[in-house]
């Protein structure tokens, strides 16, 4: 079965002339990234936020394929404790949600680990880069092993430089721990470095069409 699968999906903001969506489908697989790109304004963040389930909808489905799937947002800014340490806002992560089952301490320092975090483990995060703290973003997320991570565009806050490195770290980790990614960007760089497939997003109808770029695998 398919992580995700979005079946006529409509929307309409109140007080709004035109719908946001107007009957958009689409299937995510397991373990691929699909990279969301068109132009401000086409719609990308209400899907994003209708599948994540903060927009209520006026039609459509949205099915996953695990009955008690987990779902985990990152978003452009990062949204964390500034004051706090690296540490504990990947922490909080796993515990200041429903699925706390699937959180535990030793993920913590994992995640540390894997995200190459582990110097600045008891940094407050207000002491960090641009591009750490948003690695620290993406940890949080990962604290409650989701099935699926929706990222809406995580990068474009940062400077060219550090954005061009976080997709690639991202690209590694997304390999690595073989994760499903819901990725919506206005960027046709960070399309193609990390999606498996790609979906251009033409309006309220959704996509006008998806394909899967050429990607040999090697950095
Ligand atoms: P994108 O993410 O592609 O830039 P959005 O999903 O943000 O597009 O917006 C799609 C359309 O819905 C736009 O016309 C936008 O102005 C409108 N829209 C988005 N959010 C709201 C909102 N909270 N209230 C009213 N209209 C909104
Ligand atoms: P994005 O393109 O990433 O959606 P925007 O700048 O379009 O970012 O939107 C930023 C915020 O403003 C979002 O929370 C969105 O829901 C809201 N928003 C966008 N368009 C409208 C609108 N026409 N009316 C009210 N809120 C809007």
Redesign the pocket.
């Known amino acids: 079965r398919p992580a995700l699968t979005v079946r006529g999906v409509r929307k309409t903001?109140p007080g709004a002339g035109a719908p946001a969506l107007d009957g958009v489908d689409l299937t995510l697989h397991n373990g691929e990234t699909l990279a969301v790109l068109g132009p401000?304004?086409s719609g990308k963040?209400t899907l994003l936020r209708a599948i994540a389930g903060l927009e209520p909808l006026d039609g459509g489905t949205i099915e996953f394929g695990n009955h008690d799937e987990r779902l985990a947002v990152v978003f452009q800014a990062p949204g964390l404790f500034p004051w706090l340490s690296v540490r504990q806002n990947i922490a909080l992560g796993g515990k200041y949600r429903r699925n706390r089952d699937r959180f535990d301490e030793s993920r913590v320092e994992e995640l540390l680990e894997i995200l190459g975090l582990t110097p600045w483990a008891n940094t407050p995060v207000q002491e960090l880069s641009g591009g750490q703290a948003q690695r620290v973003s993406v940890g949080r997320a990962l604290a409650v092993r989701p099935d699926v991570l929706l990222l809406?565009?995580p990068f474009s806050a940062l400077d060219p430089a550090t954005r061009g490195d976080l997709q690639l770290w991202l690209r590694d980790l997304a390999t690595e721990l073989d994760l499903t990614i819901f990725l919506v960007t206005h960027d046709v760089e960070e399309a193609l470095t990390l999606g498996d497939r790609i979906g251009f997003f033409a309006g309220p109808r959704g996509f006008s069409q998806q394909w899967i770029p050429a990607r040999d695998g090697t950095t």
């Open positions: 903001y401000s304004g963040s809406d565009e």
